[in-house]
């Protein structure tokens, strides 16, 4: 009823108004020179489309709109460009494309002064400003300010791909997609930076690679004021806010934030591993991590800090190494409040917390709370080593590993203490020797409530309770609870000593013997007791020492109950118990210990084998070497 009496009301006023100049819509007010124009604007407010398609019964308020549109059933395309000779099916879109070729933008922005070569874009453009979204979605509550992207989302939910490639069959759900496509196959990239002169397969690739240089990011969110050089990461960003996950997976309906990761995702529970790499086999799930991994073979790192230079092989760990400068960390726990500059990271700490450990080995079933370390522990099955040192060939489980390795070569130590300027090689021990400063005990064991500066001291604490000893040396099955036990205790049967004192070149077995014997050429004492000042160069001897002061003496005698302040004392009262006895070949005097007849046997020999770095002296036993050392010293004090 309302459209015939529009349509009626149209012919009346066209009949009192023809000799008029202008004719004008009721409606909108919009003006026309001729009657027959304001008769077809008319049917768009009617919403009359009097002319439909036989073959698909579309309407069309127009007749030539419906002229044109049997061309896309026929796909006649009466009109050629005269430059370029490409064909269209309607005269106005070649018009349009005409101006492609003369660079002619006749419409412009009356807000910002953008010009545009076609009026319908012109129309588009303004919603930008107007923020208009008339087109709505019926299956959900999104919304488009254009007309054919509410039909491409449509497709989401049908789950419609009408365009499929002629060379794989691979389908999509937008034409321009299936194009895009097609460059893959011919590898077309007809698109190049002028500045760097990269090439890419999309213009809108182009333009977004353009803000790399320019640093431009004109997509900023309304929440937290971060802005996006992309307007997709800045709708992904805002489901951080919503926690909106729109992608589940329909096999075990883990829901997602990115279609990307949900893709991802299902290659989990097919374990297709696509893509592999050429040179050592290495199979991928993802053409990125394939692409990602053969830098580790040609060593490429593309991405590099503007701040230090330093260069990175990923641009995720580019982002992440920026945040060292900034200090920025926006993410904390919500348990002990610890900031973090990564969310994973806050992920993995979260587990700190509940003792969650998602990811277990499929051979000894050992659980992790980190990916990452499951796939360090499985190469102990495997026995993979992949990395390897330039310098000595010498293989490692684990990069990092490698590259504290390489700093035993370069003798680099790009780590100090602000506290006491101790030098480190790796930044967990410069953090881990700040605890002894603080005296920051992170780490408590649940059975006795024992703390810890370290979690593996915690680790290897708790095995006292367990008894667990996991380390056995295969020569004498010897258990350790821990791993550096095992490796020490090897050197027992190999005879190793691979660390050399640099003044003397005597050779030990462990590092930690090393730095306490450069304490006799230095004559330093670090540790010092509280109560007499007496100073000592090893810890071992300072808690020895107190035992003097609180008359202390906690091992006791299990045949006649005597009682001592140490436990080497025990073992040497022990053997008198015994009659364990080691008798000189020369002069038949018996000793309990043998250390003490080697000793012994030196007077026999006259083998002085402890000499004396500032004299030359030489001495048979090292504590009378020691005691000498002492008459140096005075010397230079006095």
């Given at each position: 009823?309302?459209?015939?009496?529009?349509?009626?009301?149209?012919?009346?006023?066209?009949?009192?108004?023809?000799?008029?100049?202008?004719?004008?819509?009721?409606?909108?007010?919009?003006?026309?020179?001729?009657?027959?124009?304001?008769?077809?604007?008319?049917?768009?407010?009617?919403?009359?489309?009097?002319?439909?398609?036989?073959?698909?019964?579309?309407?069309?308020?127009?007749?030539?709109?419906?002229?044109?549109?049997?061309?896309?059933?026929?796909?006649?395309?009466?009109?050629?460009?005269?430059?370029?000779?490409?064909?269209?099916?309607?005269?106005?879109?070649?018009?349009?494309?005409?101006?492609?070729?003369?660079?002619?933008?006749?419409?412009?922005?009356?807000?910002?002064?953008?010009?545009?070569?076609?009026?319908?874009?012109?129309?588009?453009?303004?919603?930008?400003?107007?923020?208009?979204?008339?087109?709505?979605?019926?299956?959900?509550?999104?919304?488009?300010?254009?007309?054919?992207?509410?039909?491409?989302?449509?497709?989401?939910?049908?789950?419609?791909?009408?365009?499929?490639?002629?060379?794989?069959?691979?389908?999509?759900?937008?034409?321009?997609?299936?194009?895009?496509?097609?460059?893959?196959?011919?590898?077309?990239?007809?698109?190049?930076?002028?500045?760097?002169?990269?090439?890419?397969?999309?213009?809108?690739?182009?333009?977004?690679?353009?803000?790399?240089?320019?640093?431009?990011?004109?997509?900023?969110?309304?929440?937290?004021?971060?802005?996006?050089?992309?307007?997709?990461?800045?709708?992904?960003?805002?489901?951080?806010?919503?926690?909106?996950?729109?992608?589940?997976?329909?096999?075990?309906?883990?829901?997602?934030?990115?279609?990307?990761?949900?893709?991802?995702?299902?290659?989990?529970?097919?374990?297709?591993?696509?893509?592999?790499?050429?040179?050592?086999?290495?199979?991928?799930?993802?053409?990125?991590?394939?692409?990602?991994?053969?830098?580790?073979?040609?060593?490429?790192?593309?991405?590099?800090?503007?701040?230090?230079?330093?260069?990175?092989?990923?641009?995720?760990?580019?982002?992440?190494?920026?945040?060292?400068?900034?200090?920025?960390?926006?993410?904390?726990?919500?348990?002990?409040?610890?900031?973090?500059?990564?969310?994973?990271?806050?992920?993995?700490?979260?587990?700190?917390?509940?003792?969650?450990?998602?990811?277990?080995?499929?051979?000894?079933?050992?659980?992790?709370?980190?990916?990452?370390?499951?796939?360090?522990?499985?190469?102990?099955?495997?026995?993979?080593?992949?990395?390897?040192?330039?310098?000595?060939h010498k293989e490692f489980f684990l990069k990092r590993n490698l590259f504290r390795h390489y700093l035993i070569h370069s003798n680099e130590r790009p780590y100090s203490c602000d506290?006491?300027?101790?030098?480190?090689?790796?930044?967990?021990?410069?953090?881990?020797?700040?605890?002894?400063?603080?005296?920051?005990?992170?780490?408590?064991?649940?059975?006795?409530?024992?703390?810890?500066?370290?979690?593996?001291?915690?680790?290897?604490?708790?095995?006292?309770?367990?008894?667990?000893?996991?380390?056995?040396?295969?020569?004498?099955?010897?258990?350790?609870?821990?791993?550096?036990?095992?490796?020490?205790?090897?050197?027992?049967?190999?005879?190793?000593?691979?660390?050399?004192?640099?003044?003397?070149?005597?050779?030990?077995?462990?590092?930690?013997?090393?730095?306490?014997?450069?304490?006799?050429?230095?004559?330093?004492?670090?540790?010092?007791?509280?109560?007499?000042?007496?100073?000592?160069?090893?810890?071992s001897n300072l808690n020895r020492h107190y035992l003097v002061h609180t008359d202390e003496k906690p091992y006791s005698c299990d045949v006649c109950n005597k009682r001592f302040s140490?436990?080497?004392?025990?073992?040497?009262?022990?053997?008198?118990?015994?009659?364990?006895?080691?008798?000189?070949?020369?002069?038949?005097?018996?000793?309990?210990?043998?250390?003490?007849?080697?000793?012994?046997?030196?007077?026999?020999?006259?083998?002085?084998?402890?000499?004396?770095?500032?004299?030359?002296?030489?001495?048979?036993?090292?504590?009378?070497?020691?005691?000498?050392?002492?008459?140096?010293?005075?010397?230079?004090?006095?």
């Amino acid at each position: 009823m309302y459209v015939e009496a529009i349509v009626n009301h149209t012919n009346e006023q066209a009949e009192t108004i023809t000799k008029r100049k202008h004719f004008s819509c009721e409606v909108c007010g919009k003006l026309f020179s001729q009657r027959r124009p304001l008769i077809h604007h008319f049917r768009t407010h009617a919403k009359q489309k009097l002319y439909s398609c036989d073959d698909c019964n579309k309407g069309f308020s127009r007749k030539h709109q419906l002229k044109d549109h049997y061309r896309t059933h026929t796909n006649e395309k009466p009109y050629s460009c005269d430059v370029c000779h490409k064909q269209f099916s309607q005269k106005s879109i070649l018009k349009d494309h005409c101006r492609s070729h003369t660079n002619e933008k006749p419409y412009s922005c009356d807000v910002c002064l953008k010009k545009f070569s076609h009026k319908g874009t012109l129309k588009v453009h303004y919603r930008i400003h107007t923020k208009e979204k008339p087109y709505s979605c019926d299956a959900c509550p999104k919304v488009f300010s254009l007309k054919h992207n509410l039909y491409e989302h449509y497709r989401i939910h049908t789950k419609e791909k009408p365009y499929s490639c002629d060379v794989c069959h691979k389908e999509f759900s937008r034409k321009n997609n299936l194009n895009d496509h097609y460059k893959t196959h011919t590898n077309e990239k007809p698109y190049s930076c002028n500045l760097c002169q990269k090439e890419f397969i999309q213009k809108k690739s182009l333009n977004v690679h353009y803000r790399s240089h320019t640093n431009e990011k004109p997509y900023s969110c309304d929440v937290c004021h971060k802005e996006f050089s992309q307007k997709i990461n800045l709708n992904m960003h805002y489901r951080t806010h919503t926690n909106e996950k729109p992608y589940s997976c329909d096999v075990c309906y883990k829901q997602f934030s990115r279609k990307e990761n949900l893709n991802v995702h299902y290659l989990s529970h097919t374990n297709l591993k696509p893509y592999s790499c050429d040179l050592c086999h290495k199979q991928f799930s993802q053409k990125e991590g394939l692409n990602v991994h053969y830098r580790t073979h040609t060593r490429e790192k593309p991405y590099s800090c503007e701040i230090c230079q330093k260069q990175f092989s990923q641009k995720r760990i580019l982002k992440e190494h920026y945040k060292t400068h900034t200090n920025e960390k926006p993410y904390s726990c919500n348990v002990c409040h610890k900031q973090f500059s990564h969310k994973s990271s806050l992920n993995v700490h979260h587990r700190t917390h509940t003792n969650e450990k998602p990811y277990s080995c499929d051979v000894c079933h050992k659980e992790f709370s980190r990916k990452c370390h499951l796939n360090e522990h499985c190469r102990i099955h495997t026995n993979e080593k992949p990395h390897s040192c330039d310098l000595c060939h010498k293989e490692f489980f684990l990069k990092r590993n490698l590259f504290r390795h390489y700093l035993i070569h370069s003798n680099e130590r790009p780590y100090s203490c602000d506290v006491c300027h101790k030098e480190f090689s790796q930044k967990g021990s410069l953090n881990n020797h700040f605890r002894t400063h603080t005296n920051e005990k992170p780490f408590s064991c649940r059975e006795c409530h024992k703390e810890f500066s370290r979690k593996s001291h915690l680790d290897e604490h708790y095995r006292t309770h367990t008894n667990k000893r996991p380390y056995s040396c295969n020569l004498c099955h010897k258990t350790f609870f821990q791993k550096s036990h095992l490796k020490v205790h090897h050197r027992t049967h190999t005879k190793e000593k691979p660390f050399s004192c640099d003044l003397c070149s005597k050779e030990f077995s462990q590092r930690s013997h090393l730095n306490v014997h450069y304490r006799i050429h230095t004559n330093e004492k670090p540790y010092s007791c509280d109560i007499c000042g007496k100073e000592f160069s090893q810890r071992s001897n300072l808690n020895r020492h107190y035992l003097v002061h609180t008359d202390e003496k906690p091992y006791s005698c299990d045949v006649c109950n005597k009682r001592f302040s140490q436990k080497g004392h025990l073992n040497l009262h022990t053997r008198t118990h015994r009659n364990d006895k080691h008798t000189c070949d020369i002069c038949n005097i018996e000793f309990s210990r043998k250390v003490d007849l080697n000793t012994h046997f030196r007077a026999h020999t006259n083998k002085r084998t402890y000499s004396c770095d500032v004299c030359c002296r030489k001495f048979s036993q090292r504590w009378y070497l020691n005691r000498h050392m002492t008459s140096h010293s005075k010397d230079k004090t006095s």
